[in-house]
């Protein structure tokens, strides 16, 4: 389990991190539930911390309700065919 903050390249381990997958999951899920963080936010935070914080894999609003990146349509008519 890791620690990810905002505009900060890479990332801390966290102290609490245990063997276990599940547990460590449950524990983000909690810990961000109580700080308001959405799994959006989550994956759009570590896309960010690790490729860098303009690119748009680092955008929440990429992401849907499940923190599944959304598949954008292209905007140029040329690009479409």
Not at 6 to 31: H, I, K, Q, W
């Amino acid at each position: 389990m890791i620690y990810l903050y905002r505009n900060e390249n890479g990332y801390a381990p966290c102290d609490v991190s245990t063997m276990n997958p599940d547990e460590n999951r449950l524990f983000a899920d909690t810990s961000n539930k109580i700080h308001g963080i959405t799994r959006g936010q989550e994956e759009a935070m570590l896309a960010g911390s690790l490729f860098g914080w303009d690119i748009p894999a680092a955008k929440p609003w990429m992401y849907d309700e499940n923190g599944t990146p959304r598949i954008t349509q292209p905007k140029n008519k040329e690009q479409e065919r």
